[in-house]
Protein backbone atom coordinates (compact mmCIF):
# COMPACT_ATOMS: atom_id res chain seq x y z
CA UNK A 1 0.00 0.00 0.00
CA UNK A 2 0.99 3.35 -0.51
CA UNK A 3 3.57 5.15 2.60
CA UNK A 4 0.87 8.35 2.43
CA UNK A 5 -1.99 6.12 2.53
CA UNK A 6 -0.98 3.26 5.05
CA UNK A 7 0.01 6.72 7.33
CA UNK A 8 -2.96 8.05 7.29
CA UNK A 9 -4.90 4.78 8.31
CA UNK A 10 -2.57 4.17 11.25
CA UNK A 11 -2.60 7.87 12.65
CA UNK A 12 -6.12 7.19 12.11
CA UNK A 13 -6.55 4.56 14.09
CA UNK A 14 -3.59 5.60 16.45
CA UNK A 15 -6.09 8.57 17.66
CA UNK A 16 -8.96 6.61 19.13
CA UNK A 17 -6.71 3.00 20.11
CA UNK A 18 -8.09 3.87 24.06
CA UNK A 19 -11.28 4.26 23.32
CA UNK A 20 -11.72 1.73 20.42
CA UNK A 21 -14.18 -1.26 22.40
CA UNK A 22 -15.78 1.24 24.55
CA UNK A 23 -17.37 3.10 21.88
CA UNK A 24 -17.43 0.36 18.96
CA UNK A 25 -21.32 -0.38 19.72
CA UNK A 26 -21.91 -1.78 16.57
CA UNK A 27 -19.41 -4.54 17.03
CA UNK A 28 -22.02 -6.58 18.68
CA UNK A 29 -23.58 -6.90 15.40
CA UNK A 30 -20.55 -9.55 14.22
CA UNK A 31 -19.56 -10.12 17.74
CA UNK A 32 -21.11 -13.34 18.50
CA UNK A 33 -20.69 -14.91 14.96
CA UNK A 34 -17.04 -14.88 15.59
CA UNK A 35 -16.91 -16.01 19.05
CA UNK A 36 -18.55 -18.89 17.73
CA UNK A 37 -16.21 -19.35 14.62
CA UNK A 38 -13.18 -19.36 17.11
CA UNK A 39 -15.32 -21.67 19.74
CA UNK A 40 -15.44 -24.18 17.16
CA UNK A 41 -12.35 -23.81 15.25
CA UNK A 42 -9.29 -22.65 17.96
CA UNK A 43 -8.21 -26.25 20.12
CA UNK A 44 -5.97 -26.60 22.67
CA UNK A 45 -3.03 -25.19 21.62
CA UNK A 46 -3.66 -24.05 18.45
CA UNK A 47 -2.05 -21.03 17.05
CA UNK A 48 -4.31 -18.41 16.13
CA UNK A 49 -3.51 -15.11 13.42
CA UNK A 50 -5.43 -12.12 14.51
CA UNK A 51 -4.91 -9.67 11.02
CA UNK A 52 -6.04 -6.39 11.52
CA UNK A 53 -6.20 -7.06 15.40
CA UNK A 54 -6.83 -3.57 16.14
CA UNK A 55 -6.95 -3.60 20.51
CA UNK A 56 -7.30 -7.61 20.24
CA UNK A 57 -10.36 -7.59 21.62
CA UNK A 58 -12.01 -10.17 19.33
CA UNK A 59 -9.03 -13.10 20.60
CA UNK A 60 -8.43 -11.59 23.77
CA UNK A 61 -10.10 -13.99 26.08
CA UNK A 62 -8.90 -17.54 23.89
CA UNK A 63 -7.36 -19.96 26.24
CA UNK A 64 -4.04 -19.70 27.79
CA UNK A 65 -2.62 -21.86 25.66
CA UNK A 66 -3.54 -20.57 22.70
CA UNK A 67 -0.70 -18.91 20.86
CA UNK A 68 -1.92 -15.36 19.50
CA UNK A 69 -0.09 -13.34 17.06
CA UNK A 70 -2.01 -10.42 15.86
CA UNK A 71 -0.70 -8.22 12.85
CA UNK A 72 -1.98 -4.22 12.53
CA UNK A 73 -0.97 -1.12 10.84
CA UNK A 74 -1.79 0.92 14.06
CA UNK A 75 1.08 0.94 16.56
CA UNK A 76 -1.47 2.53 19.32
CA UNK A 77 -3.86 -0.48 18.57
CA UNK A 78 -0.91 -2.98 18.90
CA UNK A 79 -0.29 -1.80 22.47
CA UNK A 80 -4.19 -1.69 23.13
CA UNK A 81 -3.94 -5.09 22.11
CA UNK A 82 -0.60 -6.22 24.36
CA UNK A 83 -2.22 -4.81 27.04
CA UNK A 84 -5.31 -6.80 26.57
CA UNK A 85 -3.51 -9.89 26.40
CA UNK A 86 0.03 -9.84 27.83
CA UNK A 87 1.13 -13.19 26.12
CA UNK A 88 0.21 -12.93 22.93
CA UNK A 89 2.32 -11.46 19.86
CA UNK A 90 1.75 -8.33 18.52
CA UNK A 91 3.06 -6.82 14.99
CA UNK A 92 2.70 -4.02 12.71
CA UNK A 93 2.24 -5.18 9.50
CA UNK A 94 0.31 -4.52 6.07
CA UNK A 95 -1.74 -7.42 5.05
CA UNK A 96 -0.76 -6.37 1.05
CA UNK A 97 2.37 -7.97 2.00
CA UNK A 98 3.19 -11.57 2.80
CA UNK A 99 3.23 -12.62 6.23
CA UNK A 100 7.02 -13.39 7.24
CA UNK A 101 8.02 -16.49 7.38
CA UNK A 102 9.47 -16.58 10.82
CA UNK A 103 6.04 -16.14 11.96
CA UNK A 104 5.12 -19.65 10.97
CA UNK A 105 1.64 -21.22 10.20
CA UNK A 106 -1.59 -21.10 11.89
CA UNK A 107 -4.12 -23.27 12.82
CA UNK A 108 -6.70 -20.63 13.02
CA UNK A 109 -6.64 -16.72 11.35
CA UNK A 110 -9.43 -14.29 11.73
CA UNK A 111 -9.94 -11.13 9.60
CA UNK A 112 -12.52 -8.83 10.77
CA UNK A 113 -13.06 -5.24 10.41
CA UNK A 114 -9.75 -4.74 8.23
CA UNK A 115 -10.92 -5.14 4.65
CA UNK A 116 -12.52 -2.25 4.32
CA UNK A 117 -9.02 -0.88 3.07
CA UNK A 118 -8.06 -4.21 0.56
CA UNK A 119 -7.24 -2.81 -2.31
CA UNK A 120 -7.00 -6.27 -4.05
CA UNK A 121 -8.56 -8.93 -2.49
CA UNK A 122 -6.89 -11.91 -4.41
CA UNK A 123 -3.67 -10.93 -3.58
CA UNK A 124 -4.35 -9.81 0.31
CA UNK A 125 -6.44 -13.93 0.51
CA UNK A 126 -3.46 -15.31 -1.09
CA UNK A 127 -1.09 -14.14 1.67
CA UNK A 128 -3.17 -15.16 4.00
CA UNK A 129 -3.23 -18.53 2.92
CA UNK A 130 0.35 -18.74 2.87
CA UNK A 131 0.12 -18.65 6.49
CA UNK A 132 -1.77 -21.33 7.02
CA UNK A 133 -1.17 -24.47 7.73
CA UNK A 134 -2.75 -27.67 6.27
CA UNK A 135 -6.27 -27.97 7.50
CA UNK A 136 -6.31 -24.60 9.25
CA UNK A 137 -9.93 -22.41 9.67
CA UNK A 138 -9.79 -18.90 8.75
CA UNK A 139 -13.12 -16.33 8.90
CA UNK A 140 -12.39 -13.05 6.93
CA UNK A 141 -14.95 -10.03 6.41
CA UNK A 142 -15.40 -8.53 3.14
CA UNK A 143 -17.30 -5.17 2.77
CA UNK A 144 -20.46 -6.04 0.54
CA UNK A 145 -22.45 -3.02 -0.90
CA UNK A 146 -25.32 -4.81 -3.38
CA UNK A 147 -26.11 -1.64 -4.68
CA UNK A 148 -22.27 -0.91 -5.44
CA UNK A 149 -21.10 -3.97 -6.35
CA UNK A 150 -17.23 -4.22 -6.62
CA UNK A 151 -16.39 -0.60 -6.63
CA UNK A 152 -15.13 1.81 -3.78
CA UNK A 153 -16.40 4.83 -1.65
CA UNK A 154 -15.05 7.53 0.25
CA UNK A 155 -14.84 6.10 4.10
CA UNK A 156 -14.95 9.59 5.56
CA UNK A 157 -14.34 13.47 4.42
CA UNK A 158 -13.91 14.28 7.93
CA UNK A 159 -11.60 11.54 9.31
CA UNK A 160 -9.83 9.71 5.99
CA UNK A 161 -10.30 12.46 3.00
CA UNK A 162 -8.80 10.98 0.01
CA UNK A 163 -8.81 7.22 1.37
CA UNK A 164 -10.99 4.95 0.04
CA UNK A 165 -13.45 2.19 1.15
CA UNK A 166 -13.02 -1.34 -1.02
CA UNK A 167 -16.35 -3.30 -1.61
CA UNK A 168 -16.82 -6.70 -3.76
CA UNK A 169 -19.64 -8.57 -4.58
CA UNK A 170 -20.17 -11.88 -3.82
CA UNK A 171 -19.18 -13.11 -6.93
CA UNK A 172 -15.98 -11.34 -6.62
CA UNK A 173 -15.46 -12.42 -3.00
CA UNK A 174 -15.66 -16.54 -3.98
CA UNK A 175 -13.39 -15.79 -6.75
CA UNK A 176 -10.75 -14.09 -4.82
CA UNK A 177 -10.96 -17.21 -2.10
CA UNK A 178 -10.81 -19.63 -4.75
CA UNK A 179 -7.86 -18.37 -6.59
CA UNK A 180 -6.42 -18.12 -2.70
CA UNK A 181 -6.21 -21.87 -2.32
CA UNK A 182 -9.29 -21.61 0.18
CA UNK A 183 -12.11 -23.76 0.09
CA UNK A 184 -15.46 -21.76 1.08
CA UNK A 185 -17.22 -23.41 4.16
CA UNK A 186 -20.13 -21.18 4.84
CA UNK A 187 -21.36 -17.51 3.58
CA UNK A 188 -23.41 -15.11 5.48
CA UNK A 189 -24.62 -11.49 4.53
CA UNK A 190 -24.76 -9.37 8.02
CA UNK A 191 -24.40 -6.06 9.82
CA UNK A 192 -21.29 -5.12 10.18
CA UNK A 193 -21.49 -1.01 11.63
CA UNK A 194 -23.34 1.99 11.29
CA UNK A 195 -21.04 4.97 9.62
CA UNK A 196 -22.79 7.64 10.96
CA UNK A 197 -20.99 10.06 8.71
CA UNK A 198 -22.75 9.28 5.72
CA UNK A 199 -26.01 7.52 7.38
CA UNK A 200 -24.58 4.27 5.74
CA UNK A 201 -24.89 1.05 6.85
CA UNK A 202 -21.94 -0.98 6.28
CA UNK A 203 -22.48 -4.75 5.40
CA UNK A 204 -19.96 -7.67 5.36
CA UNK A 205 -19.74 -10.93 3.22
CA UNK A 206 -18.20 -12.95 6.44
CA UNK A 207 -17.11 -16.38 5.29
CA UNK A 208 -15.63 -19.53 6.90
CA UNK A 209 -13.31 -20.90 4.86
CA UNK A 210 -10.99 -23.95 5.18
CA UNK A 211 -6.96 -23.98 3.70
CA UNK A 212 -7.12 -28.12 2.36
CA UNK A 213 -3.51 -27.87 1.51
Known amino acids: MDERILGDIAGYYDDFAPHYVPGWRSIEHYGPLVTDFLLRATTPQARVLDVGCGPGQLTANLPA ?42 DVV ?4 CLEFCRDLTLTLR ?10 HAMIAVVED ?32 TAAGFSPWSYRFVPAWRHEEYGYDVRYGLWELRRDS
Open 65 to 106: DVEVLGADVSPQMLMAAQENRPRGRYEEHDFHDPFPSEWGRF
Open 110 to 113: LTVG
Open 127 to 136: NIAAACAPGA
Open 146 to 177: RALGTGRREFSAEGLPGIDMFTYDATAQLAAI
